[in-house]
């Protein structure tokens, strides 16, 4: 399992996440410019409930490596569940007003795409390997007959 290079793009996208639940999303500043708060993702409903089932997703992707083509697919649904997120993030950015100031972790949905983008090839390529051994030995077969 751990072998395999798309396991560890796919473990480095659940935790990153994984980390969503506990990252702040902005800072807002008082009328004096001191910190008045510090808002989470957690804290607005629809984001938590997508950061959840992109989470899960990423889990589920992450421990079905035995069936290549559901992990796949997993991985696929998750990376545009999280584009989603993402462009939502940068809506909220952008009509935002002036005393909120976005952190790091604002860019983390990105991160997670291409990353579950980049376990979704190496799937593919694994699946492709295993379907042309497939054909080899099926053609093997029926020369020996």
């Not at 992990?71 to 990376?79: D, F, I, K, P, V």
């Amino acid at each position: 399992m751990w072998q395999r290079v798309q396991t560890l793009y796919l473990a480095l996208s659940t935790i990153l996440m994984g980390s969503m639940f506990f990252a702040t999303k902005a800072v807002q500043f008082g009328p004096d410019g001191e910190i008045a708060d510090y808002i989470t993702y957690t804290s607005y409903i629809p984001y938590l409930i997508l950061i959840l089932v992109v989470f899960l997703l990423d889990l589920l992707a992450l421990t079905t490596y035995k069936h290549r083509v559901f992990q796949m697919r997993t991985a696929g649904l998750s990376a545009i569940i999280t584009l989603a997120l993402q462009a939502w993030l940068v809506l909220d950015f952008v009509l935002t007003h002036n005393d909120v100031v976005f952190r790091l972790s604002a860019i983390f949905p990105i991160v997670t795409v291409v990353l579950d983008l980049l376990a979704y090839r190496g799937i593919l390529s694994d699946e492709m390997i295993v379907a042309s051994a497939y054909h080899l030995r099926k053609a093997r077969r029926e020369r020996r007959k």
